[in-house]
């Protein structure tokens, strides 16, 4: 099976500031990785897939970037709405889905 | 606008089978654009995919979950169900269902979510 690993586990931030996540992925999944947000009490929210692709609908401050068993998750200026959870999400070659464990950004 | 509306019991006892169904409004899910998958949340494990189905009942399961789910389509009710056999207490969660994009595999739209206790 692939294990995802995403760092920081948390982090503090301001509005305005840049913030970068990364994930990590046990095998190269070339660019079979998803980004997720969740806020609480809600369900998960794509952001991102194919690593790199900004979902319809999505701000363009949000941007992921890497392949194989790296990437990168960027939002350029926080905004207040994005305070949140975000989680990477890859599929293997047999359409077997992890999740990340997730990262908390919330209010420095 | 496509929505998901998880249902079923929020109560289930250990040893029993946990049964639910999502069903699709505003739109068909007889789609071969689409598959139809099961994600469950707790604390312990964090988001967990349980397995994914097409309305032509073509399915693929989470290996760890495999022995104890079955995925089922029913399109004359544009839903789809998950049974879960033999719970216990590590099976609580919060269970989503989701539409599953067939192009980037990526879960697009998501039900609210219900919450389902395993306990006596």
């Known amino acids: 099976d692939i294990q995802m690993t995403q760092s920081p586990a948390s982090l503090s931030a301001s509005v305005g500031d840049r913030v970068t996540i990364t994930c990590q992925a046990s095998q190269d999944i070339r660019n079979r990785l998803n980004w997720f947000q969740q806020k609480p009490g809600q369900p998960p929210k794509l952001l991102i897939y194919h690593a790199s692709s900004l979902e319809t609908g999505v701000p363009s401050r949000f941007s992921g970037s890497g392949s194989g068993t790296d990437f990168t998750f960027t939002i350029a200026s926080l905004q207040p709405e994005d305070f949140a959870t975000y989680y990477c999400q890859q599929y293997d070659n047999l359409l077997r889905f992890t999740f990340g464990p997730g990262t908390k950004v919330d209010i420095k | 606008q496509l929505q998901l509306q998880e249902s079923g019991p929020g109560l289930v006892k250990p040893s029993e089978t946990l049964s639910l169904t999502c069903t699709v409004f505003?739109?068909?899910?007889?789609?071969?654009?689409?598959?139809w998958g099961w994600i469950r949340q707790s604390p312990g494990k964090g988001l967990e995919w349980i397995g994914s189905?097409?309305?032509?009942?073509?399915?693929y399961y989470n290996p760890s979950l495999k022995s104890r789910v079955t995925l089922s389509v029913d399109t004359s009710k544009n839903q789809f169900s998950l049974k879960l056999i033999s719970v216990t207490a590590a099976d609580t969660a919060v269970f989503y269902c989701?539409?599953?994009?067939?192009?980037?595999?990526?879960?697009?739209?998501w039900g609210q979510g219900t919450r389902v206790i395993v306990s006596s």
């Open positions: 189905i097409s309305y032509t009942e073509n399915t």
């Open positions: 505003g739109g068909s899910i007889s789609s071969s654009s689409y598959y």
């Open positions: 989701a539409r599953q994009r067939v192009w980037g595999q990526a879960f697009d739209i």
